[in-house]
């Protein structure tokens, strides 16, 4: 089972010191963790993608060869990769490149992206959502897939006799998950490709992230791809960790009382209560984790936000020690043995998917898109 940490890159006044960093210190915090996620034996580090204050991570693929050159280990992803706003030509090309660089540790997750100003910005209709991310995403398969691409759809200019370059490293393309916090189309759209669903679990209830995981799994063995507890299913977590729980709670009471989105909403305990939030001692943190699994079913990925809210980078840097040294030795453990026979304990990565050769689905072009149109818009 894969474990890490990701970040949305926002720069936040710390409440604490009325002190807010600037936009190269957030940049250069994350780095940070990334490289302190290697050290202390995580598997993924991954970032988001915004183009609107207050967050900083417009280029993902600039930062992950960043940490793919000071790295050896780490595989490195998105939280989400912006699939209606972005070129999926631009896409294909840029995380192939950074596959090339990194020796093929690297995987990406899809998403629509949750700020309405962003699709306008890039001449994009928020109303065609997911209709965009449907048509761009077939289209970014096919440039991953075929060596010459024609191709003509609604959102873009047609192709004509057009050759991605760089090809996928050892003509495999990355794993592909898709993110979505609320939207059903997308579960659709990952079991429909046979593709990983992650279901980023820091702000809804249990009964929220059951119901998307449970459809994705029911539409990927729908699809024929495998029975549905062997769909690869990733999760997200926030974890704000110290020896004791009132120690933990005192010190990180004021950042999420100040937080975006959340804060000035309900109380610490409400939300604790509420949501996959663990505010407390690592032990805590490995009961309410390994719960997951309850509603969720068993899973391959799990990755913890900590660097949220203004926390100082020195906290986030012990938080992401705690992960390593402590909390997911005994994680791994324990989910696996909880884990059925059959049910895969590992999403697929460059290495298993090359050894897999062209008869994994992963390596072919998919049939024709009007069944996925068709589900999406009935």
Do not use: C
């Not at 710390?14 to 290697?38: C, F, N, W, Y």
């Not at 998403?111 to 970014?140: C, M, Q, S």
């Amino acid at each position: 089972m894969q474990f890490g940490i990701f970040t949305v890159g926002d720069v936040t006044t710390d409440p604490t010191t009325g002190v807010a960093p600037t936009e190269s210190e957030r940049i250069h915090a994350m780095t940070q963790l990334a490289l302190k996620a290697e050290e202390v034996g995580l598997d993924v580090f991954a970032t988001g993608e915004h183009h609107n204050p207050p967050f900083v991570p417009s280029s993902p693929t600039t930062m992950l060869g960043w940490v793919a050159a000071r790295t050896e280990r780490l595989l490195l992803s998105t939280a989400t990769t912006l699939i209606t706003t972005n070129d999926p030509v631009k896409i294909a090309e840029d995380y192939a490149m950074l596959q090339h660089l990194s020796g093929g540790r690297v995987d990406l997750m899809m998403g629509r992206g949750n700020t309405g100003p962003v699709y306008p910005w890039f001449g994009k209709d928020i109303r065609e959502g997911v209709n965009l991310a449907i048509e761009n995403y077939h289209l970014l398969r096919k440039l991953w897939r075929e060596p010459v691409v024609n191709w003509q759809g609604k959102f873009r200019t047609p192709l004509s006799g057009y050759t991605s370059t760089p090809a996928p490293l050892d003509g495999t393309p990355p794993f592909v998950w898709h993110g979505s916090i609320r939207t059903p189309e997308i579960a659709e759209q990952a079991a429909y490709y046979g593709d990983g669903f992650f279901h980023n679990n820091i702000f809804w209830n249990k009964e929220h992230t059951e119901q998307m995981v449970r459809l994705y799994r029911q539409r990927y063995e729908y699809y024929g791809h495998g029975a549905a507890e062997q769909a690869i299913v990733g999760l997200g977590g926030q974890v704000f960790m110290a020896e004791t729980e009132a120690a933990a709670k005192k010190y990180f009471r004021p950042y999420f009382d100040n937080a975006p989105v959340y804060g000035h909403g309900p109380s610490l305990e409400d939300f604790t209560e509420m949501t996959p939030l663990t505010v407390g001692t690592p032990e805590q943190v490995l009961e309410k984790t390994l719960g997951f699994a309850d509603y969720a079913g068993d899973y391959q990925r799990q990755l913890f936000l900590v660097d949220h809210a203004g926390l100082p980078l020195e906290a986030a840097l012990e938080q992401v020690e705690i992960l390593g040294r402590e909390v997911v030795p005994v994680l791994r453990k324990e989910f696996e043995l909880r884990r059925p026979a059959g049910v895969p304990s590992d999403p697929p990565t460059h290495a298993s998917l090359v050894a897999a050769g062209p008869e994994s689905p992963f390596h072919l072009v998919e049939p024709a898109r009007e069944r996925l149109t068709a589900n999406a818009e009935g």
